[in-house]
C-alpha cells in the first residue's frame, strides 16, 4: 500500500488527513476504502436486500420520508423512491461551497458510510471516492440545511453526480456531472434501496466545515500571539506580566500554555522595557493577552474534542445493525441532529471574535498617540495632517470588529420545525458553521492589520533606540517576513495591496511558520 493512500474505515480519520484531501488533488493523497470496512459495507447491504425480501417495513426503505413516513413504497418502486430522494432534494441555494471544502465533505461522507451501517452498496460507496479521486467535485450550493436530518439538500447536490445529473467542477471547468463521468470513463449507478437516503441524511455538511474552520482557527489563534508580541514591542511594553508564577497561579492549561509561547517570541527582545515606577503595569490589550488568547485556546480545543468524534461518527437513519448470527436489526434515531456541532462552532464563532476585538484594540494603541503614551506618532507617520497614515487601518478593522458582534449571535438558539411538524427541532448548525467561516475571515483581516501596524511601529522605535536593536526571537522572524513584503510607509500610498499580502501570510500559515524556524 502507497503510504500517501489514505485508507478509510470509518473509525480513525483524522483533521490532517482531512486537511490533505481538502486541498490535495486527483489521488493526491488517494483515497480507498478499507478491506475490513468494505466487508462491513458489503454485510450491510447484503442485509437491506434480505428485509426487501422478507417484505419488512423499514423508514426510508420501504416507506416514504420525514411526514411521509407512513407511506409504504411498493418492493418495484423502492429504487425509484432512492433516485427522488437525490432529485427533490437538491433544492440548496447560493453561492457553491470552494473546492478545497467539497473535498472534505465527500471523504467525510465516504467515510462514515464506510462503517457500514448505512446500508449502501460498496460499489456505490467506492465510485464517490473514485470521484474524488479523479477530481470530479460537486457544484454544491452552501445555504439550504437546517442541520436536522443531516444537510439533506447540500448533501443531495453532492449525491446528483452519482446518478449522472447535477453539475460539477472538473478540470477546471463546470459541467454537467453525466459529460464529467463520460470524460473520466465512469458509469453512474441506478441506485439500490436505502442508498439514496444513506448518502443525504447526516452531518457531513457541518462536519468539513467544522474541521477546517477550526484548523483555521487554531493557525489564527497562535497568529494572534505573535502579531500581540509584535504590538508589544512596537510599545515598549514589558512582557513581565507573562511570567510563569503568575499564570501558575491561576492555572488554566492553555493560559499557561499561551503566556509560555509568548515567552518564547520574546526571548532576548530588546525593544520590551524591564520594571519602571513610571510605567508600571501595561493596558489590558497586552497585560491580558495569556488570559484572553488562552480562553480562545480553550474553545478551540472543544472543537476539535467534538469534530474528532463527529468525523467517526455515523450520522444517517435509520442504522443498520447485523450481529454475529447474521440477525438483522433496523434503528431509527436521531444521529443526523447536528446540536453538538452547532453548539460548538457558535462557541467558537464569538471565541475567535474576541481575537479580533482585542486584535483591533491593540491597532488602535499603536495608531493613537495618547494611548501610547507618544511612544509612536501619531497615526504611525510623521508628517501628521498632510499624511492621515494608518488612521483609516484602524476604521476598518474597527468595522470588522463589530461585523464579527452581530455574527456572533448564536445559530443554535434557534429551531423552526419542518416536514409538517414531524421533525419539529432542527440545530441550525450549518448557519453556525457558515457564520463560524465568515468571522474568521474578518479574524484574518484584522490580524493582517494589526501585523502591519506593529511592523510600522518596530521601524519607528528602532529610529528611536537604535536600529542594533533586536526583537524576540520569534518577533525578529515575523518582522523580517512582513518586510519581504510589506514595505515601511513613509507617506500615504494605496495600501489595500499590503493588506492583501499579508492577509495571504495569516492566511496560509506563513506567519506561524516562520516563528518555528
Not at 436536522?148 to 447540500?154: I, N, Q
Not at 494589526?450 to 522605535?461: N, T, V, Y
Request: proline share 4%; hydrophobic share 45%; aromatic share 6%.
Amino acid at each position: 500500500m502507497n503510504p500517501d493512500t489514505i485508507l478509510l474505515d470509518g473509525n480513525s480519520l483524522t483533521f490532517e488527513q482531512v486537511y490533505a484531501v481538502a486541498h490535495g488533488g486527483p489521488n493526491a493523497p488517494r483515497v480507498e476504502i478499507g478491506p475490513q470496512a468494505a466487508r462491513l459495507v458489503t454485510r450491510a447491504a447484503d442485509a437491506v436486500q434480505t428485509l426487501l425480501k422478507r417484505g419488512t417495513i423499514a423508514y426510508g426503505i420501504t416507506t416514504g420520508f420525514g411526514a411521509f413516513k407512513d407511506r409504504m413504497i411498493p418492493t418495484e418502486q423502492v429504487e425509484q423512491l432512492q433516485r427522488n430522494i437525490l432529485v427533490s432534494h437538491a433544492v440548496g441555494v447560493g453561492q457553491p461551497f470552494d473546492i478545497p471544502t467539497t473535498r472534505a465533505i465527500m471523504l467525510i461522507r465516504a467515510n462514515t458510510l464506510a462503517r457500514g451501517h448505512s446500508g449502501i452498496r460498496l460499489s456505490t460507496l467506492q465510485l464517490l471516492v473514485e470521484m474524488l479521486n479523479r477530481g470530479i467535485h460537486p457544484v454544491i450550493p452552501e445555504k439550504g440545511s437546517l442541520g436536522a436530518s443531516g444537510d439533506l439538500a447540500p448533501l443531495a447536490h453532492m449525491a446528483l453526480p452519482l446518478i449522472g445529473e447535477g453539475f460539477v467542477e472538473y478540470q477546471g471547468e463546470v459541467i454537467s456531472g453525466a459529460e464529467a463521468f463520460r470524460r473520466a470513463g465512469l458509469q453512474p449507478v441506478n441506485l439500490a434501496a436505502k442508498e439514496g437516503l444513506a448518502l443525504t441524511n447526516g452531518t457531513s455538511i457541518m462536519t468539513a466545515l467544522g474541521v477546517l474552520q477550526t484548523l483555521r482557527a487554531e493557525r489564527y489563534s497562535q497568529t494572534a500571539d505573535i502579531a500581540g508580541c509584535l504590538s508589544l514591542e512596537a510599545l515598549n511594553g514589558t512582557d513581565l506580566a507573562f511570567d510563569a508564577r503568575i499564570h501558575a497561579l491561576r492555572p488554566y492549561p492553555r493560559q499557561q500554555e499561551c503566556a509560555a509561547y509568548l515567552r518564547s517570541l520574546l526571548k532576548d527582545s530588546q525593544f520590551t522595557r524591564e520594571h519602571s515606577s513610571l510605567n508600571v503595569q501595561d493596558a489590558y490589550t497586552l497585560r491580558c493577552i495569556p488570559q484572553v488568547h488562552g480562553a480562545v485556546r480553550d474553545a478551540i480545543a472543544y472543537a476539535r474534542w467534538i469534530f474528532e468524534i463527529e468525523l467517526n461518527a455515523v450520522t444517517d437513519n435509520p442504522l443498520i445493525f447485523v450481529d454475529d448470527s447474521d440477525g438483522i436489526t433496523v434503528l431509527s434515531g436521531g444521529n443526523f441532529h447536528g446540536e453538538p456541532l452547532a453548539i460548538a462552532m457558535d462557541y467558537l464563532a464569538f471565541a475567535v471574535a474576541e481575537l479580533g476585538n482585542i486584535s483591533e484594540r491593540r491597532v488602535m494603541r499603536l495608531t493613537d498617540e495618547c494611548s501610547n503614551t507618544h511612544v509612536l506618532p501619531a497615526f504611525l507617520t510623521r508628517e501628521g495632517g498632510l499624511n492621515s497614515g494608518f488612521m483609516i487601518l484602524q476604521y476598518t478593522a474597527a468595522a470588522l470588529a463589530s461585523e464579527n458582534k452581530v455574527l456572533s449571535h448564536p445559530a443554535s438558539v434557534d429551531t423552526i420545525p419542518t416536514s409538517a411538524n414531524v421533525e419539529d427541532h432542527v440545530s441550525m448548525g450549518a448557519t453556525a458553521a457558515l457564520k463560524l467561516r465568515s468571522v474568521l475571515d474578518n479574524v484574518e483581516q484584522i490580524l493582517a492589520i494589526e501585523l502591519m501596524s506593529a511592523a510600522q511601529g518596530i521601524d519607528f522605535r528602532k529610529q528611536a533606540i537604535g536600529a542594533d536593536k533586536v526583537l524576540g526571537q520569534g518577533t525578529r522572524r515575523v518582522y523580517a517576513l512582513l518586510r519581504q513584503h510589506v514595505p515601511f510607509i513613509e507617506t500615504d500610498m494605496p495600501m489595500a495591496e499590503f493588506i492583501e499580502k499579508t492577509r495571504l501570510l495569516v492566511a496560509d500559515g506563513s506567519v506561524v511558520e516562520c516563528c518555528q524556524g
